[in-house]
Protein backbone atom coordinates (compact mmCIF):
# COMPACT_ATOMS: atom_id res chain seq x y z
CA UNK A 1 0.00 0.00 0.00
CA UNK A 2 1.39 3.71 -0.92
CA UNK A 3 1.59 6.79 1.42
CA UNK A 4 -1.31 7.94 -0.20
CA UNK A 5 -3.41 5.15 -0.27
CA UNK A 6 -2.50 5.22 3.33
CA UNK A 7 -3.48 9.18 3.67
CA UNK A 8 -6.40 10.26 1.21
CA UNK A 9 -8.74 7.60 3.21
CA UNK A 10 -8.09 9.35 6.08
CA UNK A 11 -8.57 12.80 4.60
CA UNK A 12 -11.78 10.96 3.65
CA UNK A 13 -12.54 11.28 6.83
CA UNK A 14 -11.34 13.53 8.37
CA UNK A 15 -13.13 16.48 5.91
CA UNK A 16 -16.61 14.27 6.16
CA UNK A 17 -16.32 14.57 10.13
CA UNK A 18 -15.71 18.76 9.48
CA UNK A 19 -18.03 19.13 6.33
CA UNK A 20 -21.01 16.54 6.70
CA UNK A 21 -23.11 18.40 4.57
CA UNK A 22 -20.85 18.02 1.62
CA UNK A 23 -20.37 14.79 -0.10
CA UNK A 24 -16.95 14.24 -0.88
CA UNK A 25 -14.86 12.21 -3.07
CA UNK A 26 -11.59 12.67 -1.97
CA UNK A 27 -8.82 12.95 -5.10
CA UNK A 28 -5.06 14.47 -5.11
CA UNK A 29 -6.08 16.66 -7.82
CA UNK A 30 -9.12 18.43 -5.41
CA UNK A 31 -8.21 22.00 -4.78
CA UNK A 32 -8.58 22.89 -1.25
CA UNK A 33 -10.08 26.31 -2.03
CA UNK A 34 -11.65 26.30 -4.90
CA UNK A 35 -12.98 22.48 -5.16
CA UNK A 36 -13.55 21.74 -1.66
CA UNK A 37 -14.60 25.20 -0.49
CA UNK A 38 -12.23 25.53 2.41
CA UNK A 39 -11.86 28.52 4.48
CA UNK A 40 -9.56 29.87 7.27
CA UNK A 41 -11.46 27.90 10.09
CA UNK A 42 -12.18 24.84 8.17
CA UNK A 43 -8.48 24.39 7.01
CA UNK A 44 -7.56 25.08 10.59
CA UNK A 45 -9.63 22.05 12.02
CA UNK A 46 -8.50 20.29 8.86
CA UNK A 47 -4.58 20.77 9.91
CA UNK A 48 -5.62 20.10 13.68
CA UNK A 49 -7.00 17.25 12.96
CA UNK A 50 -4.22 15.79 10.77
CA UNK A 51 -1.47 16.49 13.91
CA UNK A 52 -3.76 14.14 15.94
CA UNK A 53 -3.76 10.88 13.55
CA UNK A 54 -0.30 11.67 12.66
CA UNK A 55 1.26 13.18 15.54
CA UNK A 56 2.81 15.74 14.01
CA UNK A 57 3.12 19.36 13.70
CA UNK A 58 2.08 21.11 10.46
CA UNK A 59 3.61 24.59 10.05
CA UNK A 60 1.27 26.93 9.20
CA UNK A 61 3.96 28.73 6.36
CA UNK A 62 3.39 25.02 4.09
CA UNK A 63 0.16 26.41 3.25
CA UNK A 64 1.81 29.06 0.80
CA UNK A 65 3.13 25.68 -1.00
CA UNK A 66 -0.08 23.20 -0.66
CA UNK A 67 -3.17 23.87 -3.08
CA UNK A 68 -4.60 20.28 -3.39
CA UNK A 69 -5.34 17.41 -1.54
CA UNK A 70 -2.67 15.80 -3.09
CA UNK A 71 -0.37 18.74 -2.15
CA UNK A 72 -1.00 18.55 1.47
CA UNK A 73 -0.95 14.79 1.41
CA UNK A 74 2.88 15.15 0.02
CA UNK A 75 3.41 17.55 3.45
CA UNK A 76 2.13 15.19 5.99
CA UNK A 77 4.11 12.56 4.43
CA UNK A 78 6.99 14.54 4.56
CA UNK A 79 6.19 15.77 8.05
CA UNK A 80 5.63 12.47 9.16
CA UNK A 81 8.86 10.51 7.77
CA UNK A 82 10.90 13.11 9.82
Not at 24 to 41: A, G, Y
Not at 60 to 68: E, P, Q, T
Amino acid sequence: MTRDEEILPQFQLILQEIMPEKKIQVRPELDLVSDLNLDSLKTMELLEKLEDVYDISIPINILADVRSVGDLAQAVQKLSAG
